[in-house]
């Protein structure tokens, strides 16, 4: 099924929660402002921001993160990760993530802590976005295939307008590791 939902309306309910969470003036958070960095987020905010924004959409997003993924899928994460820092792979493998980081966003050298503390409030609202491009093929209700947007801004199917729910955030994550990993296998090989 389509996907419905517009980038712009979930960086406005991203910036609507962590106004909320950490006491801010919506105003003074921007689509670029680093969560944690900038706005002085912290875990259990970030556990938070998941978790209002996954009930909003009435999606799971991902609870493990994408290098973390690559050990599941690699055995290790040493292609992407070398003494703890990004490998150019690391970064593309991130670029094409669902957190879809920008070019020149990240950069080879930058640890882990670095990638989470120069997240912004695009990022986020791109994971719960591309989330759902993983929606069913076919409405479980009524085998519609058509998605739309109800005036709660929430994704319901056309024909019975039932609630859709994406593929669950970490599955999908993992699926995109394990493509860019075969792709980049192919590409040696
Ligand atoms: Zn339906």
Same mark, same amino acid.
């Given at each position: 099924?389509?996907?419905? *939902? ?58 493990? @993160? ?39 966003? *990240? ?59 994406? *593929?669950?955030?970490?599955?999908? @994550? ?16």
């Amino acid at each position: 099924m389509n996907n419905p *939902l517009e980038l712009e309306q979930v960086v406005l309910s991203v910036r609507d929660i962590l106004a909320q969470l950490l006491v801010l003036d919506a105003d003074e958070i921007s689509a670029d402002s680093a969560i944690v960095e900038e706005l002085g987020a912290d875990s259990l905010d970030i556990v938070d921001l998941s978790f209002q924004l996954g009930r909003q959409y009435a999606c799971s997003l991902p609870k493990t @993160s994408v290098l973390d993924h690559t050990v599941a899928v690699c055995g290790d994460a040493e292609a992407f990760l070398q003494a703890g820092r990004l490998t150019d792979d690391g970064v593309e493998l991130l670029q094409q993530s669902l957190s879809a980081y920008a070019p020149g966003q *990240l950069k080879a050298g930058m640890q882990p802590a670095d990638v989470f503390a120069a997240t912004t409030v695009r990022n986020w609202a791109l994971q719960c976005h591309n989330l759902f491009n993983h929606l069913p093929a076919q409405c479980p209700e009524c085998a519609g295939e058509q998605a739309r947007l109800n005036d709660r801004q929430q994704v319901v199917c056309v024909g019975c307008s039932a609630r859709l729910t994406p *593929l669950d955030g970490d599955s999908v @994550s993992r699926a995109l590791v394990e493509q860019f990993v075969a792709a980049r296998v192919a590409a040696v090989a």
